[in-house]
């Protein structure tokens, strides 16, 4: 039983591309039913819009067939999320909002204020839709985000790692992650050396009796990067000791005045080996 969380925003964006599948919202489901939580399921389908003064009137007729075909296509993500969350016993609510990027962002980050977490699905491409609002949710909406690789639909958290640098945002990522980490059989705290300079840190041996005094059994280990690439390191951690998720906090950096992510996380969410559990 996962405590303290009892609201869980699922988010899907519809773009067309009848391939793909979401892990997140089994996923989400699965956890729901281990918290008895209520899942919110926002199935948006993005709003394509043409601004040349001059486009023709076939154009306009094309985009209008589109945003209808999308619209229905979320719609129907919709109603067959409800009818999967009504399978499993979960409380649901259900919206399939048919909106131009920018709006689609501020009505996700917006709603996801009003839940503990929200869910979403792994986006390898880093331009791509799904990838702007996984970065949105993280610095804008103020609460966790899980984001889960394609294939993982059902909620285990047996075997948590905790990547641990002693940083702020490493802090919050850990309080964050409390109640999976207090339900959860084993926990390790990582700390990767040899990448950047952990001197002024809180040592993971520090932060150790805070998580004690939590309920949290853990065991705290330090790990030599890999090739000096830190994702790398906790990728291959994370198979060889088959953990079910990685708790970390996302950084940012600013590229052309524009904030990314920085390189762990990204290459994290490139090749996500398990659901990654983010805080900013």
């Not at 997140?24 to 819009?49: F, I, M, N, W």
Request: charged residues 20%; negative net charge.
């Amino acid at each position: 039983m996962i405590e303290n969380i009892r609201s869980i925003l699922i988010g899907i964006t519809e773009e067309g591309e009848a391939e793909e599948r979401s892990s997140a919202l089994p996923y989400g489901l699965s956890l729901a039913r281990q918290s008895d939580a209520h899942v919110t399921v926002e199935a948006a389908s993005l709003k394509l819009t043409l601004t040349h003064a001059f486009v023709s009137a076939i154009a306009e007729g094309l985009v209008a067939a589109e945003n209808r075909r999308l619209d229905a296509l979320a719609r129907a993500v919709a109603d067959s999320s409800q009818r999967a969350a009504a399978a499993s016993g979960v409380a649901c609510t259900t919206q399939a909002p048919q909106l131009a990027y920018p709006a689609l962002i501020k009505s996700f980050t917006s709603l996801a204020r009003a839940h503990d977490l929200s869910i979403l699905d792994a986006e390898p491409i880093a331009l791509a839709v799904d990838r702007g609002l996984i970065e949105a949710v993280l610095m804008d909406s103020g609460r966790p985000l899980i984001v889960v690789p394609q294939g993982r639909e059902a909620f285990a958290g047996g075997k948590i790692v905790v990547a641990w640098d002693g940083s702020a945002k490493a802090a919050r990522a850990l309080n964050d992650a409390l109640p999976f980490l207090r339900a959860a059989t084993q926990v390790e705290l990582v700390s990767v050396t040899g990448e950047k300079d952990l001197a002024h840190t809180v040592p993971g041996a520090e932060i150790a009796p805070h998580l004690t005094r939590h309920g949290v059994t853990l065991n705290v280990l330090a790990l030599p990067a890999m090739e000096g690439d830190v994702a790398e390191t906790l990728r291959n951690h994370a198979h060889l000791t088959r953990a079910d998720m990685i708790v970390m906090g996302a950084y940012v950096h600013s590229r052309l005045r524009e904030m990314v992510l920085g390189g762990t996380t990204q290459s994290l969410l490139k090749n996500a080996p398990v659901p990654l559990f983010l805080s900013y």
